[in-house]
């Protein structure tokens, strides 16, 4: 396998940022710097509890023995076999030569695919379809092009990715995942900065151009990053491990830092200010000296407390500041800026349909995707389009809908006209169907309990019939406790479990969440009501609209006609 190899550029005077929405500030909330009571102070923590628990062996980042003692069943499975190996030693040509049927009769094998084969974004479905994989891709930014949209379509059928600049390398498991950024970097009219070379950057020094990157693949846990461009926050700092905030300090442009911040079966943190401050020329030092912590001190016991933000708890955010600044090149970390760009009181933009872009004659169209689900065939129609009215570019935004950028205006009309954006990929979806975001669930995604995606689209629908609602509500499903499908940050969110109906038959349900907000008033939700069974969501969500969102029962507004 040889992968897709990118020229990393040099971080320089690459930026040239919008600075001129800057009379109104956001800045951390006070209860987000809030630190566990349980912190120790810096002079608290012993030398040995900050003695790295990782040494470089034969090229890679192993667990030292005298760390062994507790670990979680994963750590042992990376200690028995280095999982990019696969990749970097072409192991996965010696695993495809096995039989199927053999793997299973080893346990090095049966890990490798069960486990290791994460680390190339390779999911076994053992529980669901024995034998098939599902696959992660990482699009720094959410950009992709026609040809490599073209080239997915083919894909499926056939197997490659790399000539045309794909890879799935490093996205999953205990890994850095995709960076994101504003999903209409360099063409919004309002943006604070174009995120995507900041992305890029982030994406090629993890991967180290896609080569693959020992240095940070053995990571306690997996880890999250952001770059913020827009006032309207569409990357959701709040729920990363870092999120790179732009800030002006002393004349200068660059970031602060906020870190911390995940979703877990057992416990959702906000993230919280390090207080600190890097130009625009650090973001990749302080990426890697705050992973080199994390990698370094990070606790490997129970899988529930080993995100980066437990650490931060254990050594306090000045101790693990402290910590982070041993590893900057120069030993060095500013403190945070008081000139946060970002305007706090910014309204956030709904990106479909027709939108002009900061380029004269040009505009942005985006398409509501039902539930992220995409067919061979729409890709190739969808990278058609983009070669005929664009410039040969997709967007793909975290609420799982998709842009076409760089329209001329002459061109806008028979762009709406395709069948396509008349039949399926709406520019104005119907309202309740603007905010629905779903997790892969458990037709693909051996981790799921329950089937979300045309689920999330039949209660929607059906709810569409018995209310009506006057803007949009964001409604996310989860098929399990991971959370992919981020439902803490939903106004309503459903989290599948199994339960049992009014006969005790067990049933497929949801723990249904309340309050999520999103943007710099962020909020994560809570449960309003446990162990739903899907058959009788239908009848609670219209009662959370009504009671909570203004929503209107459609034979009371129709009796008032």
Request: proline residues 5%.
């Given at each position: 396998?040889?992968?897709f190899s990118v020229k990393?550029?040099?971080?320089?005077?690459?930026?040239?940022?919008?600075?001129?929405?800057?009379?109104?500030?956001?800045?951390?909330?006070?209860?987000?710097?809030?630190?566990?009571?349980?912190?120790?102070?810096?002079?608290?923590?012993?030398?040995?509890?900050?003695?790295?628990?990782?040494?470089?062996?034969?090229?890679?980042?192993?667990?030292?023995?005298?760390?062994?003692?507790?670990?979680?069943?994963?750590?042992?499975?990376k200690i028995a076999n280095e999982p990019m190996k696969l990749f970097m030693e072409n192991g996965i040509e010696d695993l495809a030569k096995i039989p199927f049927e053999e793997i299973d009769k080893v346990k090095d094998t049966k890990d490798d695919v069960d486990v290791r084969l994460k680390w190339l974004g390779l999911f076994h479905r053992r529980k669901h379809q024995?034998?098939?994989?599902?696959?992660?891709?990482?699009?720094?930014?959410?950009?992709?092009?026609?040809?490599?949209?073209?080239?997915?379509?083919?894909?499926?059928?056939?197997?490659?990715?790399?000539?045309?600049?794909?890879?799935?390398?490093?996205?999953?498991?205990?890994?850095?995942?995709?960076?994101?950024g504003n999903p209409i970097a360099g063409i919004d009219p309002y943006e604070i900065v174009d995120t995507r070379p900041y992305t890029n950057l982030l994406s090629h020094f993890i991967t180290a151009n896609s080569q693959g990157n020992p240095k940070f693949t053995n990571l306690p846990r997996k880890w999250n990053v952001c770059v913020i461009g827009s006032h309207d926050l569409y990357e959701h700092p709040h729920i990363n491990d870092l999120a790179y905030m732009p800030a002006i300090k002393d004349g200068r442009f660059g970031f602060n830092l906020l870190v911390g911040g995940f979703f877990s079966p057992k416990r959702c943190a906000e993230a919280i200010p390090l207080d600190a401050w890097v130009p625009a020329e650090d973001v990749i030092s302080v990426c890697g000296a705050i992973l080199e912590t994390y990698r370094d001190l990070g606790t490997r016991g129970n899988r529930q407390k080993t995100r980066m933000m437990w650490l931060i708890d254990e050594l306090g955010v000045e101790g693990f500041r402290m910590e982070v600044v041993k590893r900057m090149p120069r030993q060095a970390?500013?403190?945070?800026?008081?000139?946060?760009?970002?305007?706090?009181?910014?309204?956030?933009?709904?990106?479909?349909?027709?939108?002009?872009?900061?380029?004269?004659g040009l505009n942005f169209v985006g398409l509501h995707i039902p539930v992220g689900r995409v067919q061979a065939d729409d890709m190739d129609q969808l990278a058609r389009l983009a070669d005929e009215y664009g410039s040969g570019e997709l967007r793909l935004t975290v609420e799982q809908n998709i842009i076409i950028p760089n329209v001329q205006n002459s061109k806008v009309k028979a762009l709406l006209d395709e069948p396509l954006l008349k039949e399926k990929f709406l520019p104005e979806p119907p309202i309740l169907m603007k905010g629905l975001v779903a997790c892969t669930g458990n037709q693909f995604c051996g981790q799921a309990i329950i089937e979300t995606k045309a689920r999330a689209l039949k209660v929607t629908e059906e709810v569409e019939r018995l209310v009506s609602v006057t803007r949009p509500v964001r409604m996310h499903w989860t098929g399990c406790p991971n959370t992919c499908g981020q439902v803490q940050v939903?106004?309503?969110?459903?989290?599948?479990?199994?339960?049992?109906?009014?006969?005790?038959?067990?049933?497929?349900?949801?723990?249904?969440f309340l309050g999520g907000r999103i943007g710099s008033d962020s909020h994560l939700g809570d449960i309003y009501r446990k162990s739903v069974p899907c058959k009788d969501l239908v009848p609670l969500v219209v009662d959370i609209l009504v009671d909570k969102f203004g929503a209107v029962r459609r034979e009371r507004e129709e009796g008032e006609e």
């Open positions: 396998m040889s992968l990393l550029i040099t971080p320089t005077s690459f930026l040239n940022p919008t600075t001129d929405l800057r009379s109104t500030k956001v800045y951390a909330n006070a209860q987000q710097t809030a630190i566990q009571t349980h912190a120790q102070s810096p002079e608290e923590i012993t030398g040995d509890r900050l003695e790295p628990r990782v040494e470089k062996n034969g090229g890679y980042f192993v667990l030292k023995e005298k760390f062994r003692e507790g670990i979680n069943p994963h750590e042992k499975v024995y034998g098939r994989f599902m696959m992660r891709l990482k699009l720094p930014n959410g950009v992709t092009t026609s040809a490599q949209t073209r080239y997915l379509a083919s894909v499926i059928k056939q197997y490659g990715l790399d000539e045309v600049g794909l890879t799935s390398l490093q996205s999953g498991m205990d890994n850095v995942r995709n960076p994101v970390l500013e403190r945070a800026s008081p000139e946060d760009l970002v305007d706090k009181k910014w309204e956030r933009r709904d990106l479909f349909g027709v939108h002009p872009q900061k380029q004269e939903a106004d309503i969110g459903f989290m599948g479990c199994m339960t049992r109906d009014e006969n005790g038959k067990v049933v497929e349900g949801a723990d249904v």
